[in-house]
Structures are given as C-alpha cells and as structure tokens.
C-alpha cells in the first residue's frame, strides 16, 4: 500500500483502472463454470451494482463536488448540479445514439432494436457494458486527481474505496457479457475474452479523467458530478429495471440495499 501511495497520481488512477478492469475479467471467467446463470442470482447481482453506483455518487463524488463548491463564490449547488445534468444528458445522448442491447434482457428476447444476426446482438450487447463502463472509469481517475490535488473532502482513502467499490459491481457485469455470448454459441475461450475486453475502457478512461483534473482543477466540482450524473443515468436505466426482470424483485431490492451499505461503509471508514 506504502508503495501505491507513492507513485503520481496519474499511475494510480490507472491502476485503480485496471483493477476494476481485472474484476470485469473475473466475473467475466465465470463462462468457465456456468452456461447460464439463474434469473434470481442474476437480478441480485446487479441490484448489487445498482447500490454500490448510486452510494459512490454520493459519497464520493457529489459530496465532495457540493464541498469543493461552497468556496467558489456561486451558490453552493450550481457547479454539482450542472456537472450532474450533463453527465446524465451525454450518456443518454450516447444511449439514443449508438446501438446496443439493454444490460440483463436475454439475447434471444432482444426487440429490432438488436437486428436478427446473432453476431450482431453480441457485438451490442459488448457495447453496452462497454457504454456504462466509460462514466466508472472516469469516476475513478477523477476522485484520484482530486485526491492528489489536495482538496478538502477528497482523500486518497476515498477513491480507493470508489475504486474498490466499483469494482465490486463489475464482476455481475463480466458474467453478464460472457454468459450469454457462450449460450450464442460461442467458445468459451471466446466468451470470455469478450466480456473482459469490455472493462479495458476503464483503465484508459480513469487516466483521462485524473488527467482532466490535474490539469484543470477549477472544474474540479463540475467534473466530479459528471460522472456522478453518468453513473445514475446508467442505474436507473439499466441495471434497476433489468434486476426487476421476470418479477422476481425481492433479491434485487436486498442487493440494492446490501450494495449501497456495503459502498457507504467503504467510504465513510476508508475516507
């Protein structure tokens, strides 16, 4: 940990990167074992992420945004409010325009929406987890900029817990990529490869992000809600309605709630 603390801050973002990268590729090698995975499981998995998501915007992101704000001479909740709006806004600007399947909806299920090619959906779904993977990337670079920047209420204690948490949500997401890619048809060698390669664009954008910071910090406030803003597009998008798939509620309602507490601890005792 002695030697993590000392390297810039820009190496740290990217390993914190490639760790959450590393849990998308465990989750990912679950093909190795299963062929498919039980709708309950799979509807508590990701209320899971679900609750780490929406705790980390809070804790670790908005807070520290709305504490960095009181100091710049606006009204207090202007910069996390803007940041949030568009953070929301580009990642639903992003969901209108690429194609892409819907995190948890079986591929056979997909609408016109996926096309009729079996490789085609599979290629969407990749570029879904892909999608959301983009704001936690930068969530992670962010709060370790932040934290090197010295400013109050960011702490290097927070973003590794940011980045542990969000880790934590990608080993659903791994399993949710590589799973059904085997029940297409696919190897499972295969399978695998491509629900891991999904998490690779965390690693690049957590450097993106702490760089963005680093070189900019006034925008510090509005940067943090950002991705703040992203990630809760991508729970009340994605991950809330597919846990509630096939009425099965109850285990993604407790995963939710497990997922938040589990995030809110890391970062109050962590921070």
């Not at 940067?223 to 798939?245: C, H, N, Q, W």
């Not at 309602?253 to 589990?262: D, K, R, V, Y």
């Amino acid at each position: 940990m002695e030697w993590f603390i000392s390297q810039p801050v820009i190496l740290q973002a990217l390993l914190a990167g490639l760790f959450t990268w590393g849990v998308t590729a465990l989750g990912a090698a679950t093909v190795f074992l299963f062929k498919q995975v039980d709708r309950k499981i799979l509807n508590g998995m990701l209320g899971f992420a679900a609750g780490i998501m929406i705790a980390a915007s809070f804790w670790s992101l908005l807070a520290p945004a709305i504490e960095l704000s009181e100091n710049a001479g606006i009204a207090s909740w202007i910069p996390p409010a803007i940041g949030f709006a568009l953070g929301a806004l580009t990642l639903m600007l992003i969901d209108r325009l690429i194609p892409h399947l819907h995190l948890g909806v079986p591929i056979e299920e997909t609408t016109l929406e996926a096309g009729k090619n079996s490789k085609h959906r599979s290629i969407l779904l990749i570029t879904a987890i892909t999608l959301h993977n983009i704001p936690e990337g930068l969530a992670v670079g962010v709060a370790f900029g932040a934290a090197a920047s010295g400013i109050e209420g960011a702490t290097l204690a927070g973003a590794i817990a940011l980045a542990i948490g969000i880790g934590t949500q990608n080993f659903p997401e791994g399993a949710a990529i590589s799973i059904p890619l085997r029940r297409e048809g696919f190897t499972r060698m295969r399978s695998f490869m491509y629900g891991q390669f999904s998490g690779l664009v965390e690693p690049i954008a957590a450097v993106i992000g702490a760089a963005v910071v680093l070189v900019a910090q006034p925008i510090l406030p509005y940067a943090l809600s950002f991705a703040a803003g992203a990630m809760i597009f991508v729970v009340v998008e994605e991950l809330i309605p597919e846990s509630k798939r096939g009425g099965m509620t109850d285990l993604a309602t407790i995963g939710a709630l497990g997922g938040f507490l589990i995030m809110m601890i890391l970062d109050v005792a962590l921070g």
